[in-house]
């Protein structure tokens, strides 16, 4: 497929590897950024960006595509659909598929279907285990060369730490991050829907304690010193969790953690016990564990943002909260979201906001840094942050429409997504 020549004109331009935050004109020819032709092609699109802040391509570490076997909720098709709508260049694809990403050949159709459809690059994660039953590991070599870019058993958790190190360890000679869904079971309540507390209590609602959460936190972080693995904690929920992932970072184990909207917006406060959109795994937590963890997004602690989008069918989701799946969809809220509730409010800047998506999330998969300097891969996003948006579940791209937002009124949303050097949405 030919690619255009395209000028973004007059966008304010945010680049957190260059920390760049000017108004500037950014040119594209054959998928790269370019300099500044001394006269526009005949044939170049123009791209009218005043008002807008005109940033690398968002990058999500964690994405629920569910193809294949799970087609009746998402496919890679409408899931790149939805990534390309919410301003998403490049999305992790989770393993809990059927079947899983456990093999070679798995991943590699993931990857495959990716690049056919073209709107997004669907970078297929491998599994930690066989069937994500958490006892025997993956042929990781294997899969890295069918297209792995990482590993997780997520939607599960490896709960035999013997198991759990030998996996670090054979990670680490390979440089692949462990990306781990922290929950112990033992301690996480059989039929658990939501945070144990206050809510639950009133609700009369099965709970899901957050020491589940922090006791795999410090045992992961305990293997990674010990393994010097890169270890990746996804969906922190639990202010110790959190606190415990800025000890870790604090005596220099290479761990990260990501920070979801959902958890940015939300809390078990806010719950609608009668709606089963609310119902997420990790649940919402507390305001005071939402207090936390967004002062650690704010200062590098939790270094990124990710959507966990995790989509399900009306059908399912009416299930009610005792019965329905857990998850929500969130690629097309997610600039909205965490732009109205960190940037608007003063909270975080534009800089480190675009750097929570971009920069971050590359560094812990191992990608090239998202720049828009001249000569790299033009994966861009146009944000529209000066028009308010009204989220319209039945609008959504996604096959799925299981939100929560529902109805909230949002700022800033991706007016273009630019997926090498081509307009996809």
């Not at 098709?77 to 390309?84: D, H, I, K, L, N």
């Not at 456990?102 to 690059?121: H, Q, S, Y």
């Not at 959109?277 to 207090?291: E, F, G, I, V």
């Not at 270094?303 to 909260?321: E, R, V, W």
């Amino acid at each position: 497929m030919t690619k255009d020549k395209i000028l973004i004109r007059g966008g304010r331009v945010v680049d957190p590897a260059r920390k760049i935050n000017a108004v500037a004109d950014v040119f594209i020819e054959d998928g790269k950024v370019a300099a500044m032709p001394a006269q526009l092609p005949p044939e170049t699109k123009i791209i009218e960006a005043a008002g807008c802040i005109v940033a690398p391509g968002f990058i999500d570490l964690h994405v629920h595509l569910r193809e294949p076997g799970g087609e009746e909720n998402e496919t890679i098709e409408t899931g790149s659909q939805a990534a390309a709508a919410g301003g998403f260049t490049a999305i992790v694809a989770m393993p809990n598929t059927k079947p899983p990403h456990d093999n070679p050949e798995t991943v590699a159709f993931v990857a495959r279907r990716g690049k056919e459809i073209g709107l997004t690059r669907v970078l297929p994660s491998g599994a930690i285990t066989k069937e994500r039953k958490g006892k025997e590991l993956t042929d990781y070599a294997a899969l890295r060369e069918a297209g792995a870019c990482a590993l997780t058993d997520d939607g599960s958790t490896v709960q035999d730490d013997a198991v759990m190190e030998a996996a670090m360890r054979a990670a680490a000679k390979l440089n692949l991050t462990i990306m781990d869904h922290a929950q112990d079971s033992s301690v996480e309540r059989k039929g658990g829907v939501m945070h144990e507390g206050e809510f639950s209590r009133e609700f009369g609602l099965p709970g899901i304690p957050s020491f589940a959460e922090e006791l795999t936190i410090r045992r992961d972080i305990e293997l990674a010193e010990k393994t010097g693995c890169a270890l990746h904690i996804q969906h922190v929920t639990s202010r110790e969790g959190a606190l415990a992932i800025a000890e870790g970072r604090g005596r220099g184990v290479r761990v990260t953690g990501e920070l979801t909207p959902h958890h940015i917006a939300l809390c078990d406060a806010d719950i609608h016990p009668d709606d089963a959109n609310y119902k997420m795994n990790p649940p919402l937590r507390s305001a005071a564990d939402r207090k936390v963890l967004i002062a650690l997004a704010v200062n590098g602690t939790l270094s990124c943002f990710a959507t966990d989008h995790a989509p399900h069918s009306a059908d399912k989701k009416a299930l009610g909260f005792l019965k329905a799946p857990f998850g929500i969809v969130g690629l097309e809220t997610a600039i909205g979201v965490t732009y109205t509730r960190l940037v608007k409010p003063g909270l975080m800047d534009e800089m480190n906001w675009i750097r929570r998506w971009t920069v971050e999330p590359a560094r812990i998969i191992g990608l090239p840094v998202p720049s828009l300097a001249p000569g790299s891969v033009a994966d861009i996003v146009v944000i529209d942050v000066a028009n308010p948006w009204r989220v319209v579940a039945a609008e959504l791209k996604s096959k799925s429409k299981n939100t929560p937002f529902d109805g909230w009124n949002l700022t800033g949303r991706a007016k273009y997504t630019i997926c090498s050097g081509r307009i996809v949405s």
